[in-house]
């Protein structure tokens, strides 16, 4: 198999795994502080990643030289996390799912910015598509809401977070001294575990750990290892081997997962006017995936 599908693959199953995090984040949102869930979720993460780390025999002072790029991305990473789960105590999944579909286009722009990566006009064309698909599931179909930009408070903040992620793509090819993704992925979640648990501190401290809501276990385990640990080495897997823009067209996919995740745990699906913009956004990743990128 090629790197470009490898790369690929690994990008599937990030999108699914991804979209677990919205369905089940949505439960539990407001039974814990999102920080305090963010800076246990990095610690289980880093445990589970050192684990593979030291199996793989990968664990080296060389991995970890200029401590201060993990911190960055961790910081990155850390603060996305923090505004997705802040954002689903209000807004529903499918749309956060639609707002995650945003970062292709700014992860394209930040490309551009710090590591030259060009787009043909069919790629340019594709993001276009994902993000009105992205804003017509956003604003429930709504011209009026869209004219008026009445946005939920929950959308927004995420979109913050969003911002965060599109910066984070880039950075990790520019930061990358030759680590492999298993070494770069453990110094994020160190990282960003480290500076969380400075920053939130006081609300884990005051969490009352014994008495939370068996969901909130299950969403702690299920986002720690496949939604942190497992997706952040297919990520950066993936980075190292497709453009920035490219490895996030496959975002484009998290609403239609986020849609079959709803069903299976008994939710109602989403209704038509919802689902056209959903198909607009595979419409985009479909042209995405097409290899016609210029080279960086």
Same mark, same amino acid.
């Given at each position: 198999m090629s790197p470009g599908?490898?790369?690929?693959?690994?990008?599937?199953?990030?999108?699914? =795994? &991804?979209?677990?995090?919205?369905?089940?984040?949505? !439960?539990?949102?407001?039974? !814990? $502080?999102?920080?305090?869930?963010?800076?246990? +979720?990095?610690?289980?993460?880093?445990?589970? &990643?050192?684990?593979?780390?030291?199996?793989? +025999?990968?664990l080296s002072r060389s991995g970890f030289r200029s401590p201060w790029r993990y911190a960055v991305l961790g910081g990155l990473f850390g603060l996305y996390f923090v505004l997705m789960f802040e954002g689903l105590k209000t807004a529903p999944p499918v749309s956060a799912a639609a707002v995650f579909t945003l970062v292709p286009l700014m992860a394209a722009l930040f490309a551009f910015l710090l590591l030259r990566q060009l787009l #043909?006009?069919?790629? $340019? =064309? $594709?993001?276009? !598509?994902?993000a009105l698909g992205a804003l017509w599931v956003i604003f429930r179909g709504n011209l009026g809401a869209a004219l008026a930009f009445d946005v939920g408070r929950g959308e927004a903040i995420y979109l913050i977070g969003c911002l965060s992620h599109a910066i984070y793509t880039p950075m990790v090819r520019r930061l990358n001294r030759g680590e492999s993704a298993v070494v770069s992925t453990l110094g994020t979640v160190l990282g960003g575990g480290a500076l969380l648990l400075l920053y939130a501190w006081p609300e884990i401290v005051a969490t009352d750990w014994r008495a939370l809501p068996p969901m909130?276990?299950? #969403?702690?385990?299920?986002?720690?290892?496949?939604?942190?640990? &497992? #997706?952040? !080495?297919?990520l950066q897997f993936a980075t190292l081997r497709l453009p920035s823009a490219k490895v996030m067209a496959y975002t484009y996919l998290t609403p239609t997962w986020v849609i079959a995740w709803e069903v299976a745990l008994g939710n109602a699906p989403p209704g038509p006017i919802v689902m056209g913009g959903v198909g607009l956004t595979v419409v985009a990743l479909l042209l995405l995936l097409r290899d016609d990128q210029r080279p960086a």
């Amino acid at each position: 198999m090629s790197p470009g599908a490898q790369g690929h693959l690994a990008m599937l199953a990030f999108s699914a =795994l &991804v979209a677990g995090s919205f369905s089940l984040g949505s !439960i539990m949102a407001n039974e !814990i $502080a999102p920080t305090a869930f963010t800076a246990v +979720r990095f610690c289980l993460a880093s445990v589970f &990643v050192g684990v593979l780390a030291w199996h793989r +025999r990968e664990l080296s002072r060389s991995g970890f030289r200029s401590p201060w790029r993990y911190a960055v991305l961790g910081g990155l990473f850390g603060l996305y996390f923090v505004l997705m789960f802040e954002g689903l105590k209000t807004a529903p999944p499918v749309s956060a799912a639609a707002v995650f579909t945003l970062v292709p286009l700014m992860a394209a722009l930040f490309a551009f910015l710090l590591l030259r990566q060009l787009l #043909t006009g069919r790629m $340019a =064309l $594709a993001l276009g !598509i994902g993000a009105l698909g992205a804003l017509w599931v956003i604003f429930r179909g709504n011209l009026g809401a869209a004219l008026a930009f009445d946005v939920g408070r929950g959308e927004a903040i995420y979109l913050i977070g969003c911002l965060s992620h599109a910066i984070y793509t880039p950075m990790v090819r520019r930061l990358n001294r030759g680590e492999s993704a298993v070494v770069s992925t453990l110094g994020t979640v160190l990282g960003g575990g480290a500076l969380l648990l400075l920053y939130a501190w006081p609300e884990i401290v005051a969490t009352d750990w014994r008495a939370l809501p068996p969901m909130v276990w299950v #969403t702690l385990f299920y986002t720690a290892f496949f939604a942190t640990a &497992v #997706t952040v !080495i297919l990520l950066q897997f993936a980075t190292l081997r497709l453009p920035s823009a490219k490895v996030m067209a496959y975002t484009y996919l998290t609403p239609t997962w986020v849609i079959a995740w709803e069903v299976a745990l008994g939710n109602a699906p989403p209704g038509p006017i919802v689902m056209g913009g959903v198909g607009l956004t595979v419409v985009a990743l479909l042209l995405l995936l097409r290899d016609d990128q210029r080279p960086a």
